[in-house]
């Protein structure tokens, strides 16, 4: 069964302006991660942004902010004053620490769209 | 630099030909991990390692081997056996911990194109 949801396709923003990637999950183990990662054109996976289930405070990372509501199940990734460079594949993940072993569960990705 | 590196770039293989594709890393880690992403579509797992000597098949194994006798490297075979292996492939590592927040790094991938 799917348990990371990544339900928009493809997103478009104004340079400057920030924009909400949304992403919700599923898991009946009370510990886990929920992580963003980047994929450019070129391929490669850069990891953007942490948020574990027992952080009280939302993370935030420079210009990335992850907003998490636990009762909501949802991990949304928020980039603040878009750049053109932002353009690229972004991936929402989840790893089940006490179920999941080391296994990391990725969306379908979402691709982000800057425009000048 | 510590890094992980995957060779070859881009890989071309008639259909019926075995392939191996190589994954290294210097950062010391005890997980390694091989993706499969086909286009326009997220990663999915097809074998992980969490120490040498050891791995598990992961959602998608069928038509792949893979084998872990040296901490730094994960090779994975892709077998005439895959039905449909043109995709591109992303090796990762982690460290063994049961922390949820060690992030895997991942290398630049392997584009293979079955011809």
């Known amino acids: 069964a799917q348990k990371i949801t990544q339900t928009q396709p493809g997103m478009f923003v104004q340079e400057k302006e920030a924009v909400t990637l949304d992403c919700t999950y599923d898991t009946s183990d009370p510990s886990y991660g929920l992580f963003w990662y980047k994929q450019p054109s070129s391929g490669e996976m850069i990891f953007l942004i942490y948020?574990?289930?027992?952080?009280?405070q939302n993370a935030t990372e420079g210009r990335y902010s992850l907003n998490f509501q636990k009762a909501r199940k949802s991990a949304n990734l928020v980039i603040s004053a878009s750049q053109l460079g932002d353009s690229a594949m972004y991936f929402c993940a989840m790893r089940e620490v006490n179920t999941g072993g080391f296994k990391t569960i990725f969306g379908a990705g979402t691709r982000l769209f800057v425009k000048a | 630099d510590g890094g992980i590196t995957q060779s070859p770039k881009y890989l071309f293989r008639k259909e019926g030909q075995n392939v191996t594709l190589s994954c290294e890393q210097n950062l010391n880690h005890d997980a390694m991990y091989w993706y499969r992403q086909d286009p326009g579509q997220g990663l999915r797992l097809i074998y992980y390692?969490?120490?040498?000597?050891?791995?598990q098949k992961g959602d998608i194994a069928e038509g792949y081997s893979v084998s872990r006798e040296k901490k730094e490297s994960f090779p994975l075979t892709v077998t005439s056996a895959q039905k449909n292996p043109t995709a591109f492939y992303l090796c990762?590592?982690?460290?063994?911990?049961?922390?949820?927040?060690?992030?895997?790094?991942f290398g630049p991938g392997t584009r293979l194109t079955v011809l």
């Open positions: 948020q574990g289930s027992y952080d009280q």
């Open positions: 990762a590592s982690s460290p063994r911990t049961a922390q949820g927040s060690n992030e895997q790094f």
């Open positions: 390692s969490q120490i040498v000597n050891d791995f």
